[in-house]
């Protein structure tokens, strides 16, 4: 079959790899008709992680059930479905607790799965013709026949509930002002997932003109931090107390505000600041154990100079942590069917399988309306 391998350091190329078979009675496999590029997927791609050349990319995939394990009992051969890029059990004792991205199971050594993403267990990615799934009775999430909404459904896989996991674990709640850091895919979700929240005030926070025009057209306020501190700006715009919530959509690649290099603690710093006292930070943006490719020592060794003192004297209250997207996903499914939530709007292209090594280029240098790409291995 055709998938996505990585090859080394902003080198990604569509080859030949070997088929996935069945090896366990739960498994299935699946025909994968789209699978999306995620922005840590550049993380590798850029070659900050210990990701080694041959791993077949992507951890957002969708497609159709084409063969099934014997212990297989809910789904069927033909079955739609989306899989969470968690890869759970669902029976240890954080998948029982719904803290499926932290599964003990799936990858030992470390809580979480994920496919084709470095160190986060054995699982081959998505960004291929097929895919197979573990513990498919628990992983798959069965959606309507054919192939209406198929951009949207997509989303379901990673980005559509990370950025409602931010809100979750910001607690937001219906009147509040939010601001959110990052108007990149999960940002832009982070945002509209405030508003179907009921926020009152949403503010996204980038520079990248693409990106603050997508938020603007789903009604958040843009701020571009190349025209000024974003926290003086937030502040201005709510007579100067800050916002109830904040959302850091960004993680440890943040650029700081005043010339182009990386701060990785920018973001944090900054909803330290923009939040009013008592308010609450909820940090889905990645932050990883260690960056080889860091501005500077701390940061390579996972460790930020963070103000944590004002965050204490502040009151804040802050969650963090990769998003359990069996928690959300049915209930957003749902909200797409009924035609309440249409999370499309941050893809920006769709393409061939074929067209990866080029999208990847584009996607990662933020040129051309490269905002979120999913690609169709097949039909």
């Not at 979700?189 to 009921?198: L, N, V």
């Not at 309440?340 to 941050?346: H, I, L, N, T, Y």
């Amino acid at each position: 079959m055709k998938a996505v391998v990585y090859k080394g350091p902003f080198e990604v190329a569509v080859e030949e790899v070997e088929n996935p078979r069945i090896e366990h009675p739960n498994e299935v496999i699946v025909r994968v008709t789209s699978t999306a590029i995620c922005g840590s997927d550049l993380h590798m791609y850029e070659g900050r992680t210990a990701a080694e050349p041959g791993i077949v990319f992507g951890h957002e995939n969708l497609g159709v059930i084409e063969e099934l394990g014997a212990g297989v009992t809910t789904l069927k051969r033909g079955d739609r479905v989306v899989m969470p890029f968690n890869v759970a059990c669902g029976f240890c004792k954080n998948c029982v607790a719904r803290f499926t991205g932290f599964c003990t199971t799936v990858n030992p050594g470390f809580a979480g799965g994920a496919y084709g993403y470095v160190a986060m267990g054995p699982w081959t990615g998505g960004q291929a013709e097929y895919l197979k799934v573990p513990y498919a009775d628990f992983n798959c999430l069965k959606l309507p026949e054919g192939k209406e909404k198929e951009s949207d459904f997509i989303l379901l896989a990673d980005i559509f509930p990370t950025g409602y996991h931010g809100n979750e674990l910001a607690q937001v709640s219906p009147g509040e002002s939010v601001a959110v850091y990052g108007g990149g895919p999960v940002g832009l979700m982070a945002a509209y997932s405030a508003m179907i929240r009921g926020a009152k005030k949403v503010f996204v926070v980038d520079r990248v003109l693409e990106r603050l025009q997508k938020a603007e057209e789903i009604g958040a306020i843009p701020i571009n931090f190349a025209e000024g501190n974003p926290v003086e700006q937030i502040k201005e715009r709510t007579d100067g107390e800050g916002t109830d919530k904040g959302i850091d959509a960004v993680g440890y690649q943040a650029q700081a505000h005043t010339e182009d290099r990386e701060e990785p603690a920018t973001v944090l710093n900054s909803l330290v600041g923009t939040v009013r006292p008592t308010g609450a930070l909820g940090i889905p943006g990645l932050y990883v154990p260690a960056d080889p490719g860091g501005p500077d020592e701390n940061s390579k060794r996972g460790m930020l100079m963070v103000s944590i003192g004002k965050l204490f004297e502040k009151g804040l209250r802050l969650g963090t942590g990769q998003c359990n997207v069996k928690r959300y996903n049915r209930q957003l499914r749902d909200m797409i069917i009924e035609d309440r939530a249409r999370p499309s709007f941050v893809v920006s292209h769709e393409l061939p399988l074929d067209e990866a090594p080029t999208a990847y280029d584009k996607f990662d240098k933020r040129v051309e309306g490269y905002t979120k790409v999913v690609l169709h291995p097949q039909a």
